[in-house]
């Protein structure tokens, strides 16, 4: 789906997603539509994964057709934002590490001035890890999109 989607799109697509027509989607389900209907987010399984959690307003682990317009706007969001991890992620162990983050951080389209390298990273390092993980990388970067969806 390029660009936003009409209601009636949504609807279209939601019918599509409920493949046992009970009115919620499990995280099987949407994984299944994914690949079927969205094959170009189907092997960024992680980005899913988050677009899933932010999407469930009601924590409820279902997305229902309430919530279906936030994931299907928040699947091409964390897409997104997981291939600007990966392209950090030079060595492709979905970890940013410190030197990884220093070389790529202006290279996934971020700015940040030199001698704030180090206090960003550690910034979003919530973990106190040595490393960014992509969950990381998210809620530093996501949150301002999640909470202005509520």
Known sequence: MSGRATKTDID????????????????AEIDRAVI?????????????LRAYKAADASKDGFIDRKEFERLVDFLGYYDDLFKKFSKMDTDGDRRVSFDEFKKGWSDAGFSV????????FDAIDKNKGGYILFEEFCGALAKKKVSSKH
């Open 113 to 120: 001035n030199e001698g704030d390298v180090r206090k960003t």
């Open 36 to 48: 079927e209907l969205l094959p170009q987010y189907a092997k960024d399984k992680p980005a899913i």
């Open 12 to 27: 279209k697509v939601w019918q599509t997603f409920d493949y046992n027509n009970n009115g919620i989607l499990s995280l």
